[in-house]
């Protein structure tokens, strides 16, 4: 596989998520005043539009929300992946929150399928987000 050129560019308000996925943890902010989780990030809580968040681990468990099957490779990195499958996630913690990844479990996609965050380093600073299927006991498979 090529070295991996297509590596997302931090900011201000999502530089912490990116490094706790080149750490091995998925992070979603979360505002302590109003319990409410704010996905993407953003200076200020989509509840309560307080500006007091952190950034929390999440169960890291969710259910497909909606996919799509990916046949172009947009960069020459993705030549040799192509196609895969990028899946949006609603969370447990919140039905509206919807996070994005790739798909890496084999098998069929289907709305309602439960699977799992895996962080995944690109950087020392830098993760990507893909998301893997649970059997019926919560294990990834």
Do not use: K, N
């Amino acid at each position: 596989m090529p070295e991996r050129r297509t590596i997302p560019v931090p900011d201000r308000d999502t530089a912490a998520y990116w490094a706790a996925l080149a750490d091995g943890r998925f992070v979603v902010q979360h505002c302590p005043r109003c319990d409410h989780w704010t996905w993407p990030a953003r200076p200020l809580c989509s509840g309560c539009r307080g500006d007091e968040l952190d950034w929390v681990e999440p169960s890291g468990t969710g259910e497909v929300y909606s996919w799509v099957v990916t046949h172009q490779p947009y960069a020459p990195d993705l030549v040799d992946e192509v196609p895969y499958t990028i899946v949006l996630v609603r969370l447990d913690e919140q039905a509206d929150i919807l996070v994005p990844g790739r798909y890496r479990s084999e098998g069929e996609v289907h709305q309602g399928l439960r699977v799992r965050a895996v962080p995944e380093r690109v950087t020392d600073d830098v993760g990507v987000l893909s998301w893997a299927a649970l059997t019926e006991e919560g294990v990834v498979r």
